[in-house]
């Protein structure tokens, strides 16, 4: 019951806070149903240390995911507010309004559609390669990340 509950929880919050996207509602519903596959078949179950669920174990483990699915998302909002700002999460040096150690100026915040985000060293250098492939231009809104193999099969 603890392993459906904990992990029906967990997939309950990624389709609530997911809305109504088709990726994120068929791999929800893809999960939960290789979960209740893992726990309701008996070779399966027990190769996990699990054993299949009855209707009464199945009824307080989906009324425990409600209710913490529930709670999470009341608390959301509370948390929130009582979260401290994300600025000063920052290390004092990027900071806006503080001395940098390397240059002696403050690091002047950049506003960005109505929004400060203070200034803050690139941790790569721009001389050297990217780990990654290189990006291709998608639709709006979107980046694709272009592999190798794609790259060849995509042609000219």
């Known amino acids: 019951m603890a392993l459906a509950s904990v992990v029906g929880t967990q997939l309950a919050q990624t389709l609530l806070t997911g809305g109504l996207d088709r990726n994120v509602l068929t791999a929800g519903i ?3 149903a290789a979960l209740v596959g893992v726990i309701q078949t008996p070779g399966v179950s027990q190769f996990f240390g699990c054993t299949p669920l009855g209707p009464v174990a199945w009824g307080i483990t989906l009324g425990s995911i409600t209710t913490a699915t529930l709670l999470g998302a009341a608390a959301a909002p509370v948390v929130r507010r009582l979260a401290p700002d994300p600025a000063d999460w920052s290390p004092p040096e990027l900071r806006p309004g503080t001395r940098s ?11 960005q559609g109505g929004v400060r985000h203070a200034v803050r060293p690139l941790p ?13 231009p998608s639709p709006p809104g979107r980046t694709e990340r272009v592999t190798p193999r794609a790259r060849e099969n995509r042609g000219p």
Not at 101 to 108: A, Q, T, V
Request: hydrophobic fraction near 20%; charged fraction near 20%.
């Open 30 to 32: 893809g999960s939960a």
């Open 101 to 111: 150690p390397r240059s002696g100026r403050g690091s002047e915040p950049e506003r």
């Open 124 to 136: 790569l250098s721009l001389s050297s390669p990217s780990p990654l492939p290189p990006l291709r």
